[in-house]
């Protein structure tokens, strides 16, 4: 006799039409414990694909190996209409919704309740509903939990990886008492189906605590699998937590520990207020904030108690054991690991010792970078502020083959990546500096905004560096707010240089820039991005202009030859030269290099920076070759205002074979530069007028800003910017 139970999907689970093992399975088991399975490869289903539909019969499970017997049934037309609507995106849109900071850890807390439930399964593989559908050519990621075992620790990630990942979550019964070698193999033997299945495509590896220990120990057992492993707060430190104490305390305890497990949650977790804030929008007025912060808090308790009822003495004591042997297994291999490895460390760790830890594995292991986050707990991708996406983008660490690439394996900024950056972390010094920008039509008419210069790329900005390329942050989030470009900039290699690092660098502004567009200054990137039809920004006089002299405000240091004029044209791209003005209003040069020099020990420091520095034009000759990179002492003037004037576009469109000759080349390169000094000249001219040039940006212009919207009003510096 043979019975069967049906049972729903949780909606965090899909079967996937590209998932490997590429079947249906339909398991039903007799009594006397017979088994079958058939499989059928036309259901196969996808991350991102629709959840099938099925109905619901809850019956009870039969057989002697006390397991519940499960069958799926599904709608097999229903499933092909859908696989063959499905549409393959080809790229991102600039600022689209990747609806982070909409979950929390409540969510997780919620969705665990349910998952965390006995069911006698094996360890498995699930997707995630809310990822959708992956970008065309994206790699796998998979997902390794943490001592939860549920496999949900990217809940708040979700929407955004599904966009650049084929996501898959391990999931780990809570009564599983699989040994860690077992696991170990376990992943090892999806990670080598997906080498057979895609050599040419990098394999990553997620791993949350616990997971980080899997992740290490699966790198080590395939060196020759190209993977790219993501560790968080591994737990290969777990020899000198503070759970180590517990293993003895919990053997002498009693079976009811009910009472105690909240407390201990508790304890692990870490900063209750990160937690708690991760979907709390930063725009919030104060008194809404703390009200909705008050309610998050309250309602984390009774869930957090909730966990007590399901997770036993022994299971606890076995997942402590799981751990020691995990970190154990892992520590002694180490030395195999041949991966790409991203380590992502917390400084108020409450379980690990994760800082620590990562200044050990950053020796320990051959190709090991870290972020430091000073200000976060244990569970830090359950943290506010912390979105995995933007890590992996400013980390330079994204990639769909073998190497990265700068501008193929480039993913646009998301709106929420967008409201951090320009209302958070640089949010001030732009409203502080009130940028005003103007652009010149075809007539020769000089209007306020974007409009004169093109929407359609290519179109290569070429201008003039401020000190320190302040400039660039207003630059860039007025193309996107006005007209939704991404303005990718070529900047030094040193900002991508992994010299700077240590095992305490944080991720900031350098890493946003990278989110952000930044790509390093090479002849290649450059014809890859016009290749693209991109907005480059470009600036010949490079890191000689940004980091000039006192008396060298607003002088231009571009090298004798043209660089870019027969690049621009192979492409057709539009050259629109600008200037920018308004440094030495919001800032004051009290040290400059030649200063700097005088001071001992400090010019024995810069000298060092200098000698391992990477030299741009290295072999070239004139004052822009003068790349000395150094800090110039300065002192802030704000309020104070940037100006910035876009000149008069200049097509190149069927010059390319005319600018081969040296002579013409060189006549369109001297009426580049001659018209961003005359932008230069003319804002020099026209900012005197200003009667709000020593004051803060306008309060209309502020809250626009704030609010991310469109220019659709008027303030009284707005009409004195039409007047110009």
Not at 46 to 65: D, M, Q
Not at 208 to 220: H, N, R, Y
Not at 461 to 490: A, C, D, T
Not at 633 to 647: A, E, K, Q, T, W
């Amino acid at each position: 006799m043979t019975s069967s139970v049906t049972f729903r999907v949780s909606p965090y689970l899909v079967l996937n039409s590209q998932f490997r093992p590429r079947c249906r399975v339909q398991a039903s088991s007799s009594v006397g414990g017979d088994s079958t399975v058939s499989s059928s490869p036309k259901l196969v289903v996808l991350n991102g694909a629709p959840p099938v539909e099925e109905t619901e019969k809850i019956g009870p499970s039969t057989g002697g190996n006390r397991y519940v017997v499960s069958k799926i049934e599904v709608v097999e037309k229903k499933v092909e209409k859908e696989a063959n609507s499905n549409v393959v995106l080809k790229s991102l849109k600039v600022l689209w919704d990747d609806v982070y900071g909409t979950k929390s850890v409540k969510d997780y807390l919620d969705c665990a309740r349910d998952m965390i439930r006995p069911d006698g399964g094996p360890p498995r593989w699930f997707c995630p509903v809310e990822c959708g559908h992956p970008l065309n050519d994206s790699p796998v990621l998979l997902f390794l939990p943490g001592i939860d075992g549920t496999g949900l620790g990217l809940i708040l990630h979700h929407k955004a990886l599904g966009r650049a990942f084929e996501v898959r979550c391990l999931h780990i019964p809570v009564y599983d008492v699989t040994p860690f070698e077992g696991l170990v193999k376990f992943v090892e033997k999806t990670v080598k189906a997906e080498y057979a299945s895609s050599p040419h495509k990098p394999i990553y590896l997620v791993g949350d605590s616990f997971g980080g220990c899997l992740a290490l120990a699966v790198a080590a057992r395939n060196p020759t699998i190209d993977l790219v492993v993501l560790l968080v707060n591994p737990a290969t430190s777990f020899g000198r937590s503070q759970l180590q104490p517990l293993l003895p305390l919990l053997e002498a305890m009693p079976d009811n520990l009910h009472f105690m497990l909240p407390y201990l949650l508790n304890f692990v977790v870490g900063d209750p207020v990160k937690i708690a804030t991760a979907n709390i929008d930063n725009m919030l007025p104060p008194r809404v904030a703390l009200e909705q912060l008050s309610i998050n808090l309250t309602s984390l308790l009774p869930r957090l108690s909730g966990f007590a009822d399901m997770i036993t003495r022994e299971t606890l004591l076995w997942k402590l054991k799981l751990l020691k042997s995990a970190a154990s297994y892992t520590n002694s291999r180490l030395h195999a690991v041949k991966a790409e490895v991203l380590l992502l460390a917390s400084g108020k760790d409450n379980m690990l010792p994760s800082r620590d830890e990562a200044q050990r594995l950053t020796k320990s292991l051959k190709n090991c970078r870290v972020r430091y986050f000073k200000d976060n707990g244990h569970i830090l991708l359950l943290e506010d502020g912390i979105n995995l996406l933007s890590v992996i983008k400013g980390t330079n660490t994204y990639r769909r083959t073998k190497r990265h690439d700068h501008v193929l394996d480039f993913l646009p900024p998301s709106m929420s990546e967008y409201k951090l950056v320009f209302n958070q972390i640089m949010g001030l010094f732009c409203n502080a500096s009130g940028s005003v920008l103007f652009s010149t039509l075809e007539d020769g008419k000089i209007v306020r905004g974007l409009s004169g210069v093109p929407s359609e790329g290519p179109v290569l900005l070429v201008g003039y560096h401020l000190l320190m390329g302040l400039e660039i942050f207003s630059l860039v989030e007025e193309f996107l707010r006005e007209k939704n470009v991404m303005v990718r900039g070529v900047a030094h290699p040193m900002l991508f240089s992994r010299r700077t690092e240590n095992p305490f660098s944080e991720f900031g502004l350098f890493d946003w820039m990278k989110v952000f567009g930044a790509v390093p200054v090479t002849g290649s990137n450059l014809f890859k991005l016009l290749s693209t039809k991109s907005h480059v920004l470009l600036y010949p006089g490079g890191a000689r202009e940004a980091l000039h002299r006192k008396g060298e405000v607003y002088k231009l240091f571009w090298p004798e030859q043209p660089e870019f004029v027969r690049m621009a044209a192979r492409f057709g791209a539009t050259i629109v030269p600008f200037g920018t003005v308004g440094v030495d209003d919001i800032t004051e040069m009290v040290l400059d290099y030649d200063d700097l020099m005088k001071i001992p020990v400090v010019n024995d420091y810069i000298r060092d920076i200098n000698r391992s520095s990477i030299r741009v034009r290295e072999g070239q000759s004139g004052e822009v070759a003068n790349e000395e990179h150094f800090i110039p002492g300065i002192l802030p003037r704000i309020p104070g205002r940037l100006y910035y004037l876009f000149g008069k576009p200049i097509e190149t469109r069927g010059t390319y074979e005319s600018l081969k000759d040296r002579e013409n080349a060189n006549e369109l390169y001297l009426q580049v530069k001659s018209s961003v000094e005359s932008c230069i000249a003319y804002l020099l001219e026209k900012r005197e007028e200003d009667p709000y040039r020593g004051m803060v940006a306008p309060p209309l212009l502020t809250v626009r800003r704030l609010r991310g919207g469109t220019r659709d009003g008027y303030c009284e510096s707005e009409i004195w910017i039409d007047q110009l």
